[in-house]
């Protein structure tokens, strides 16, 4: 029977160690003999912290002497301790990676420490390429998202001014009618219109007519409230769309500071340029309650305003034809 236990405990794939109560090394199996260089004959009768210094280690010395005198089990992870028997051969011992079990065990009314070690170096190492493989993949993931959010971002707003566009303004005036119909509420839609627009582009190129649209978005923006959206349809002509309105004299109050606001020239690299802005209004629900028909009324009422030459805004009528530009000369 010891013959065969013998043959057992060589042929595991662990190293396993017994010790007694003097910690003297009773079994050294052949795979510590193939791992250490260390034979059974060198090992047998030696103090544990002799033939592996790690035990001599108080936090080892105490597992042993709990599982010898009180019956404890313990296990020991290598991610924790990384080893506890070193190779023959030299190498970095930050590289290996050990789990280690102690546990009592009984035999003709003594006790002895049974100590197995199981050498999880590369599986470890796997867990660690994996979670590297993880981390690139996050990584590459979050770029994606970030791409993917430019990319919609530059989908739904105007490359020059970086206000929305035409396809966000139909989205978002969509939620602002919803909200306006929940709520029982006015909302406005201003059409503007830049006046002699083409002059400036014409006389002083068309750099001085980009920095101007940016100018006059960045000078839209601060006249409106948070709630409002200001977007660029395309050229110089721009939509503001006014919530939370109450009655048709709080949109003439924001129309007539928009105006007001033209009075200043805009400083174009270094050069002042003066222009006018003509607004044309539609009102929901009175003129309209489809979004596609108030940016059309709002956009006749503009024309017409613009036909008068006056420098102000106009309010749709619903006796007006839709399509007016045919009588602007």
Sequence with gaps: MDSLLSQVLDQVNIGTIVVDQNLDIVIWNTWLEQFTHILKEQSIGQKIKTICPRFGDKIFHEILHKALFFGQKRFCSGALHHNFVLPSKKTNDDMIRQNMQIGPVYYNEHTYALIQIMDVTSHLSRVYQLKNVIKTLEAENEHIKISEGIYKRQALHDCLTKLPNRTLLGEQLNLAISYAQRNAELLAVLFLDLDEFKQVNDNFGHPYGDELLRSVSERLQSCIR????????????FIIVLSQIKTKQDVSI?????????????????????????????????????PEDLIKKADTAMYRRKKSRKKSFLFFDGEWDLDPRSEID
């Design 254 to 290: 924001i129309a007539e500071k928009v105006i007001r606001a033209f009075e200043h020239p805009f400083k174009i690299f270094d050069q002042a340029v003066y222009i006018s802005i003509s607004i044309g209004i539609s009102l929901y629900p009175s003129d309209t309650q489809d």
């Design 226 to 237: 948070k709630s409002d959206l200001l977007s660029r349809l395309g050229g110089d002509e």
